[in-house]
């Protein structure tokens, strides 16, 4: 394996002390602009980084960003959301020569106990913090820790502002990308009470998620303005996998009076509900509207194509990454806007048989 260089390689190379390539490459006085600029030629050359453990230990920055995931590592693997955020933030990284640091934990509890080892060891600069609690211990300790973060997804309110917190949530200075779920489920259930549904279910994810519990509230409070109570429209909780939400849809498919129409918190489980039917005998959208909360080559290439939300989850990522880069170089915490998703109607949705 070839040796990596050092200073010591650097100032042999440059004809000049370690102590002249130390002031260089760390941007002290103490050496010339041509001397400054020959050595960092070759540094370059060389291929030379600086060591990130080292400049931790010296108080100077990692380079590097975490990103942690307590979701079921097995939710993950075929699920299109997280792999496009991860995309958009990676692009706004590697522009700005900043490194992801990833991992994935079992739950909150190991979540925080990962940020806790990160700081102690310095490993990051700064976190990204995905998939909010309704009861969330993480702003708090992120606080305490003094380690920068950005969440994403915080709830915002129909005028753009934050949604209010749950009473018992801690005051918090973080900065967050916040998305308009509630607007979103509003433009479901439009489409769908449009073509004349009434018995509709929401097959959601996991139930503590704070979008979670947003859309299940939108998709109550949208029934509730046309006159449409819980037994007509409802939600059900899963593991955003393509198995449980294959066994939810036959449970409610299997009912006396059967909903009309399903809604899937991602392309994932709408694209099993979709097998589900099919082999149940129920043609989509004959007898069943399919809607899928995310798009994706999946919805696209099932048959039927899958009615869904269209969002730029890329750019969701970009604008996380953007921000924290931006706390990082001194900035004050904000907040970011990302753009309300749109239903794209395809074949996957139509008006329900006359006798329902």
């Known amino acids: 394996m070839a040796r990596r260089p050092t200073i010591k390689d650097i100032a042999r190379q440059a004809g000049v002390s370690e102590s002249a390539v130390s002031f260089a490459l760390n941007d002290r006085p103490g050496v010339s602009q041509d001397t400054r600029a020959r050595i960092r030629r070759v540094a370059e050359e060389l291929g030379w980084q600086p060591n990130s453990a080292a400049r931790a230990l010296s108080g100077e920055r990692s380079g590097a960003v975490g990103l942690v995931l307590a979701r079921p590592a097995h939710t993950l693997g075929v699920e299109s959301f997280f792999l496009q955020l991860v995309s958009g933030i990676q692009e706004v990284l590697s522009t700005a020569r900043t490194a992801l640091l990833f991992q994935v934990v079992e739950d909150i509890d190991a979540e925080c106990a990962v940020y806790r080892r990160w700081w102690a060891e310095r490993r990051v600069d700064g976190v990204l913090v995905v998939d909010p609690r309704t009861s969330d211990p993480r702003p708090?300790?992120?606080?305490?820790?003094?380690?920068?973060?950005?969440?994403?997804?915080?709830?915002?309110?129909?005028?753009?502002?934050?949604?209010?917190a749950p009473a018992a949530a801690p005051s918090t200075a973080l900065s967050s990308v916040r998305a308009d779920d509630a607007g979103a489920m509003a433009q479901v259930l439009e489409h769908l009470y449009g073509l004349g549904h009434r018995r509709i279910v929401h097959v959601a994810g996991l139930p503590g998620l704070a979008h979670t519990v947003r859309r299940m509230e939108s998709l109550r409070a949208e029934a509730g303005r046309r006159g449409l109570g819980p037994d007509q429209v409802r939600s059900v909780v899963t593991d955003y996998?393509?198995?449980?939400?294959?066994?939810?849809?036959?449970?409610?498919?299997a009912e006396p009076d059967p909903p009309t129409a399903l809604v899937y918190d991602n392309d994932v489980m709408?694209?099993?509900?979709?097998?589900?039917?099919?082999?149940?005998?129920?043609?989509?959208?004959?007898r069943l509207s399919i809607v899928a909360w995310d798009d994706s080559a999946l919805c696209r290439v099932t048959h039927p194509?899958?009615?869904a939300l269209v969002r730029d989850t890329a750019g969701f990522g970009r604008l996380a990454a953007e921000e924290l880069l931006a706390v990082?170089?001194?900035?004050p915490p904000g907040v970011r806007i990302s753009e309300r998703p749109r239903l794209e109607p395809r074949e996957s949705t139509a008006p329900p048989p006359a006798h329902t």
């Open 140 to 164: 708090a300790l992120l606080e305490a820790l003094a380690l920068p973060a950005v969440t994403i997804g915080e709830a915002m309110s129909p005028d753009g502002a934050a949604a209010p």
């Open 328 to 331: 990082l170089a001194g900035g």
């Open 241 to 253: 996998s393509d198995a449980e939400g294959a066994a939810a849809t036959r449970r409610v498919l």
């Open 270 to 286: 709408a694209v099993a509900g979709s097998a589900v039917a099919a082999g149940l005998g129920i043609p989509v959208p004959g």
């Open 305 to 307: 194509r899958l009615t």
